[in-house]
Nanobody, 122 residues
Framework: VQLVESGGGLVQTGGSLRLSCAASGITFSSVAMGWYRQAPGKQRELVAGINTEGTSTTYADSAKGRFTISRDNAKNTMYLQMNSLKPEDTAVYYC????????????????WGQGTQVTVSS
């Protein structure tokens, strides 16, 4: 399984970025997908998750209203549109494959990308 993130970079407060995650070696349409992030000195946290069909999503409170997760199963690619970025969004963002439980919560498998750095300047 290979997950490759792209799209990170340096942006000013209030700016936007679109992250992409290209998947291979996995039946992409059969797995839920998620974006995690890890800031220096902090634990990795779930930012957003999406089910196999792309019809159900979940977001961390910090991402609601600003970030949008989506996927294109024909392209084996997942996206994270990030708007109104804040300095506290600065982190390494990771792509993950997982599952959605009966409660709707996202559960990660041990499939991770290498991460892409997002830096938001104030």
């Amino acid at each position: 399984v290979q997950l490759v993130e792209s799209g990170g970079g340096l942006v000013q407060t209030g700016g936007s970025l679109r992250l992409s995650c290209a998947a291979s070696g996995i039946t992409f349409s059969s797995v839920a997908m998620g974006w995690y992030r890890q800031a220096p000195g902090k634990q990795r946290e779930l930012v957003a998750g999406i089910n196999t069909e792309g019809t159900s999503t979940t977001y961390a409170d910090s991402a609601k209203g600003r970030f949008t997760i989506s996927r294109d199963n024909a392209k084996n690619t997942m996206y994270l549109q990030m708007n109104s970025l804040k300095p506290e969004d600065t982190a390494v963002y990771y792509c993950n494959a997982g599952r959605v439980g009966y409660s709707g919560n996202y559960h990660p498998y041990d499939y991770w990308g290498q991460g892409t750095q997002v830096t938001v300047s104030s």
